[in-house]
């Protein structure tokens, strides 16, 4: 038997029993530490979404230029995709074998120094090279982020504290479209590129200060690595006035493998899910103000009318914010999902220019909606800690590679039938994830993090109320 003790605190606990890293992260209240890893890993995300959001606005520029085509613009986002696969399925392996934070420091230095690189390509063939090495440090950052903060948590509020880091994640669209609006007209494309590599650069020092998950050192065997951080951790939230109830030790999982039975129906719901979001996000977001343009609206209008209808992000978001604790996940994303449909239907049989605004701001709010709950929320929640990185990177990274094929899709149906064929797939694709949802989904909402993993051990003893009222924050 082996012990770890902190004089003063309450971490002495018995690794041949079982471990209480897990239960005594749950009971620790929400206070400044959380919110400070929230900002750090935010601002990742914000610079991350900023960066992938302005091939919508760069593109109609260089299209517009006769710098690029059509079909070198749909080379350009296959490319990303391509590299966000590479970059996602890489953050998976190197994150659950080497640490969230080595993942994080990664990413960050790739897709910034790659930023700086496109910002100073002199042809669109070195501009689709540069964006490819790009999106490999891009891919890393949805995979690592949510699953790095869901670690940290308290399951009371986990779903809020999900969706608050998403809506940081969501202003990137606006934050993109509206640095589009102002400055591409006065400074050209090259500054939307300059602008995330350098603010990446800068994140990337701040960064320092983020601590390795202690859930994962203790999945290494690194006991005392991740007792000081929970003792850091406690003695924070004690300096707040908390008080922290004894947390009960469970059976530790040793599973190493995502390959097993019990992980089969949630990776097959959540690829489903990704495939979805991501066909249905690129799909809006990149090639809408080229459709606006090609239909004869000028490309600082377009660029406005799509800042306007970006506003939706982060209400989408805020909104996820507001029900994922109170309304569950399964409910949250079946609902969700039909209306998300509903309301990209009336986006693409609308005429006014006033209402389509209207109903492409709801559908815009609907899709962040969904990915907040989904991606930030969900996903991370359905795999246990040890797995937990590759399995999202599987869902993720498959819906990263069915995206590298939609542009062509997307150009094809807006040449053959217009936006109103592009939103036809748009609502079809909500329907069939909200099928999918009511059939193969679980509610993991309010349940410990390590309760909702699909792990054959799920013998922990039954939470006291005290340790219960201490989730509550």
Request: aromatic share 10%; with cysteine.
């Amino acid at each position: 038997m082996k012990l770890f003790v902190k004089q003063g605190g309450d971490s002495v606990f018995s690794h041949k029993q079982g471990s209480t890293i897990a239960a005594r992260l749950d009971r620790v209240p929400t206070h400044s530490f959380h919110s400070r890893l929230l900002g750090l890993v935010g601002g990742g995300m914000l610079i991350d979404n900023f960066d992938i959001y302005i091939a919508g606005s760069v593109l109609v520029v260089l299209l517009h230029s006769g710098w690029s085509t059509l079909s070198s613009n749909a080379a350009f986002v296959s490319a990303t995709f391509a590299g966000m696969m590479i970059g996602t399925f890489a953050a998976g392996l190197i994150g659950d074998r080497y640490g969230r934070k080595l993942t994080f420091q990664i990413n960050l230095a790739v897709f910034g120094l790659a930023s700086i690189g496109a910002a100073a390509a002199t042809n669109i063939d070195l501009l689709i090279a540069m964006r490819f090495i790009c999106g490999v440090g891009l891919g890393a950052e949805i995979v690592t982020g949510y699953s790095t903060l869901a670690e940290f948590v308290p399951p009371q509020s986990r779903g809020k504290w999900l969706a608050l880091l998403s809506m940081c994640s969501s202003c990137g669209l606006l934050t993109a479209t509206l640095f589009s609006y102002l400055l591409i007209p006065i400074a050209g494309w090259r500054i939307m590129f300059a602008i995330p590599g350098v603010a990446a650069l800068f994140v990337l020092w701040l960064r320092k200060a983020i601590p390795e998950s202690p859930r994962w050192l203790e999945m290494r065997g690194r006991h005392a690595e991740a007792d000081a951080i929970v003792c850091s951790i406690e003695d924070s939230a004690r300096k707040t006035g908390a008080t922290l109830a004894s947390p009960a030790a469970f059976p530790m999982r040793t599973s190493e493998s995502i390959w097993q039975l019990q992980f089969l129906r949630p990776l097959v719901l959540g690829t489903i899910m990704q495939v979805v979001l991501f066909t249905v996000l690129y799909a809006l977001v990149a090639w809408l103000p080229t459709f606006l343009a090609r239909q004869g609206m000028p490309i600082n209008q377009s660029l406005k009318q799509s800042a306007i209808m970006a506003l939706g992000g982060p209400v989408g978001a805020f909104v996820a914010r507001l029900l994922a604790d109170r309304l569950g996940r399964r409910k949250g994303i079946v609902f969700g999902s039909v209306i998300a449909a509903a309301m990209a239907a009336a986006f693409g049989h609308v005429s006014s220019p006033m209402v389509a605004m209207s109903f492409g701001f709801a559908t815009y709010a609907s899709l962040f909606y969904l990915l907040a709950t989904v991606q930030a929320i969900y996903l991370p929640e359905i795999f246990p800690t040890e797995i937990r990185m590759r399995c999202n990177a599987v869902c993720v990274g498959i819906g990263r590679a069915s995206a590298i094929g939609a542009p062509f899709v997307i150009v094809y149906l807006f040449e053959h039938g217009g936006v109103t064929a592009v939103i036809t797939l748009i609502w079809i694709l909500f329907a069939v994830q909200a099928v999918s949802m009511a059939v193969l989904g679980s509610e993991t909402s309010r349940k410990p993090l390590d309760d909702v993993g699909g792990s054959p051990v799920d013998q922990r003893p039954p939470r006291s109320t005290e340790t219960t009222a201490a989730w509550s924050q």
